[in-house]
Nanobody
Framework: QVQLAESGGGLVQPGGSLRLSCAAS????????LGWFRQVPGKEREFVST???????YYADSVKGRFTISRDNGKNTVYLQMNSLKPEDTAVYYC????????????????WGQGTQVTVSS
């Protein structure tokens, strides 16, 4: 059974940091690109970051310079380090796996986790 399980979300003050993890199983992890998306109620799911099979990374303009994506193929895990968090970063964060090239589109991803809540508030 294919599974992606996010963890590490929570409540943090503006300017703080969180590290999200996503543990994968049921597919050949190293053959897939990994992405992080986020969603707030009433809005479409938004691209945050991706790391490709090659190790290349890409970020949405809104998080560039603050977030860092990484992967550990030996642990079948992808991470998202989030620094200098802002209230507008508040969302449910999802990890996903894909074999497509359009990394910024939700339609390119085959597998999705259930999400983890990140709340940035004072």
């Amino acid at each position: 059974q294919v599974q992606l399980a996010e963890s590490g979300g929570g409540l943090v003050q503006p300017g703080g940091s969180l590290r999200l993890s996503c543990a994968a199983s049921g597919f050949t992890f190293s053959n897939y690109g990994l992405g992080w998306f986020r969603q707030v109620p009433g809005k479409e799911r938004e691209f945050v970051s991706t790391i490709r099979r090659t190790g290349a990374t890409y970020y949405a303009d809104s998080v560039k310079g603050r977030f860092t994506i990484s992967r550990d193929n030996g642990k079948n895990t992808v991470y998202l380090q989030m620094n200098s968090l802002k209230p507008e970063d508040t969302a449910v964060y999802y990890c996903a796996a894909c074999t497509g090239d359009t990394y910024y589109s939700t339609k390119s991803y085959d597998y999705w986790g259930q999400g983890t809540q990140v709340t940035v508030s004072s």
